[in-house]
T-cell receptor, first 116, second 113 residues
């Protein structure tokens, strides 16, 4: 079990460019989440998948953001036409729902995005 | 709906104890506690599901009140490694057990030698 892995860890991009982040969840986990965190704040929920189905999207997720999880394995988060306000750490997390012990959610190391 | 954490910051000497509180205006399905060090991802500490529940390890434990609207994290005999920002993540009761967490604003803990 290697934990949740994210790639790239750091990305600097010019405003207006597109960026894509990849997340590989813990292998037996069927749920996958994307969160965004800015300095001094707690993580904010963006979206989540159960297997390959995207079940909820936050209103924070504008139409420039799209997430996919083909085949219920890894996931990608794409940001089109980046803006400076998109600069943040994008966190991926995964879980396996156990009705007895709950939905323990494990975070990856995060992907830092800086838009210049 | 964001839970309120208190205090916002605390400074301790090694060996001292601390309590961090997390309060919600709505009844919760679960409370999750995480510790995050600067520039790193949040690390899972524990999850509480049942009203009146208390759980944890020897020196880090947590409680969830009967009404399931407040949780406290207890750090005893603090160590330097406890330094970081502590977040509670809450799942609102009735939200469908999605695992969608709403995080508090965090409590920064600094342990000094």
């Amino acid at each position: 079990d290697t934990g949740v892995s994210q790639d790239p860890r750091h990305k600097i991009t010019k405003r207006g460019q597109n960026v894509t982040f990849r997340c590989d969840p813990i292998s037996e986990h069927n749920r996958l989440y994307w969160y965004r965190q800015t300095l001094g704040q707690g993580p904010e929920f963006l979206t989540y998948f159960q297997n390959e189905a995207q079940l909820e999207k936050s209103r924070l997720l504008s139409d420039r953001f799209s997430a996919e999880r083909p085949k219920g394995s890894f996931s990608t988060l794409e940001i089109q036409r980046t803006e400076q306000g998109d600069s943040a750490m994008y966190l991926c997390a995964s879980s396996w729902l156990d009705r007895g012990s709950g939905n323990t959610i494990y975070f990856g190391e995060g992907s830092w995005l800086t838009v210049v | 709906q964001q839970p309120v954490q208190s205090p916002q910051a605390v400074i301790l000497r090694e060996g001292e104890d601390a309590v961090i509180n997390c309060s919600s205006s709505k009844a919760l399905y679960s409370v999750h506690w995480y510790r995050q060090k600067h520039g790193e991802a949040p690390v899972f500490l524990m999850i509480l599901l049942k009203g009146g529940e208390q759980k944890g390890h020897e020196k880090i434990s947590a409680s969830f009140n009967e009404k399931k609207q407040q949780s406290s994290l207890y750090l005893t005999a603090s160590q330097l490694s406890y330094s970081g920002t502590y977040f509670c993540g809450t799942e609102i009761l009735g939200s469908g057990n999605t695992g969608k967490l709403i995080f508090g604003q965090g409590t920064t803990l600094q342990v000094k030698p």
